[in-house]
């Protein structure tokens, strides 16, 4: 079976899980700078993006902020 | 008009923005501008992986605009919770708008979670402004646990239909000892006037101008309506009666 990390509730398989956190949203495309991350429900703070491992059944969540009353 | 103080923070404005539904992110960063507001409300949501490109947030002044992150979508307290730790960690401000609707109908707020939420995020730190159905005992209960507001809606959100909670809120606004706001279900410049006369230190709009046919147009009436009414508080109102008192002199008149 593939690597997997479920990311926003929605598994996503890999051929090989990202390194980090911030390989990962590299990969996805989204801008850190925009974005706060859980990972497994613990806030990561975005200057610790880099030094986030990420392992096979990581659950990701990114956060951003939009408009709402 | 008097400055407005919320959490040693002035504020020229008494007018709150909420950042939803609007057509797009320059409407709303104009209408924004246009409104004369120092503070704007934002959501959070999960990143939209398909289209990750999205980011409202690039569309609004962080020098001129205070952030005021919301809880919404929160149905008790633990998510509510966990939504301010994340705004706060997004953000580095602590300033939070504190909301739990478990009832999507509605969408009233829970008042006894909110009341425990804000219990657990005024001792974290946060500059708790929590939205309340207008019930003056836990007003007082939110004052006490260290609310830096309390804002009472005046009637169901995005509703438009204006003060529906009118004496409830009169009785807030004479027991608290913190800026109330009226948030929720102003529907026209009037009832924002309305609210400020009341003595209302505050109002927040959000549907009433993002989904207004012309948002700038009605954003600048709001801010007029604001003004008008906080002066005309400030002013003191002239007493009703129940009969006529003539304006002009009762002497003088050109007859025998």
Avoid: C
Avoid at chain 1, 39 to 45: A, K, L, S
Avoid at chain 2, 197 to 217: F, Q, R, S
């Amino acid at each position: 079976m593939m690597p997997t990390l479920k990311i926003n509730g929605e598994d996503k398989n890999f051929e090989n899980v990202p390194s980090t956190l911030k390989n990962l949203l590299e990969i996805l495309k989204v801008d850190e700078a925009t974005v706060v991350a859980e990972v497994n429900g613990n806030i990561i703070p975005r200057n610790s993006f880099n030094n986030t491992a990420l392992h096979d059944g990581f659950k990701i969540e990114l956060i951003r902020f939009v408009g709402g009353g | 008009m008097k400055k407005l103080i919320i959490a040693n923070k002035e504020f020229n404005s008494r007018l709150f923005i909420g950042t939803g539904k609007y057509s797009s992110n320059e409407i709303m960063a104009k209408s924004i501008e246009a409104s004369g507001t120092e503070m704007v409300t934002v959501a959070l949501r999960r990143v939209d992986i398909q289209n990750p490109q999205d980011n409202m947030l690039a569309a609004i002044d962080r020098k001129k605009y205070l952030l005021l992150p919301n809880t919404s979508g929160a149905r008790n307290a633990d998510e509510a919770i966990r939504l301010a730790r994340l705004a706060r960690a997004a953000t580095d401000i602590n300033w939070l708008k504190l909301e739990v609707t478990p009832d999507p109908y509605y969408l009233l707020p829970d008042p006894v979670e909110t009341l425990k939420a804000a219990q657990i995020l005024v001792k974290e730190g946060f500059v708790v402004l929590p939205y309340i159905n207008a019930d003056p005992i836990l007003a007082k209960k939110l004052q006490d646990a260290g609310t830096a507001t309390v804002m009472p809606l005046a009637s169901p959100i995005g509703s438009n239909q204006g003060i529906k909670t009118r004496v409830a809120i009169e009785i807030i606004i004479s027991q608290a000892s913190v800026p109330v706001v009226v948030d929720a279900g102003l529907g026209l410049p009037s009832h924002a006037a309305e609210a400020m006369e009341m003595g209302a230190d505050a109002v927040l709009v959000n549907t009433a101008i993002a989904t207004a046919n012309d948002p700038l147009k009605m954003a600048n009436a709001f801010k007029l309506a604001v003004q008008a009414g906080r002066d005309a508080f400030e002013a003191g109102a002239a007493g009703v009666k129940n009969q006529a008192d003539a304006s002009s002199p009762l002497t003088g008149f050109l007859r025998d």
